[in-house]
């Protein structure tokens, strides 16, 4: 099949597109306001985007707590979602109100960053502590805003629990990255194996 995204006329109950770019890291995303309230939302519209420096991005659809937040403090952290935390996680996507933390909703435990002000998810593997390089709303092919909100950050620090290293390495097999599919479906990147990258 083939479909015109201008139309959309797919002719399926879902549009596929997420379904195709999949799976897609979680990066859950911890902010401090201004006002000190504490954030914490996952977003599927993450990755890492550079080495050197070390970047991470992230998208949201719509102006939310956590790109206000970090439009006010420069400031967030990126928890690492695995497939144990996955029920927290969900609960953290609940639209709540601007000011009332999902760290208490979900039963999660703010951590302070050691170099940024934003609270990571003591609960989870990793986190990575970013101070934001960029934030702007990416344009369509007539130039126009679309009504997503594109945060890229550098990393400055970055925590991992012990019992996640083996052999000197941050284990998936342990820690069983959580990532979106399309629709209502998730998958986990436990299951894994290796390929050596051809030199010609």
Known sequence: MFYDTTSNSHGLPHDPFKAIVS???????GTRSAEGALNLAPYSFFNAISDRPKLVMFSSSGYKDSVRNIEATGEFTASFASRDLAAAINKTSIPAPHGESEFEIAGLTPVDGALVGAPFVGEAYAALECRMTEMFQPKDLDGALSDNYVVIGQVVGIHIRE??????????????PLARLGYMDYCDGGDVFQMTRPTR
């Open 23 to 29: 799976p897609r890291p979680i990066g859950w995303i």
């Open 163 to 176: 019992d996640a290293i083996r052999d000197g390495r941050f284990d998936m097999a342990t820690v069983k």
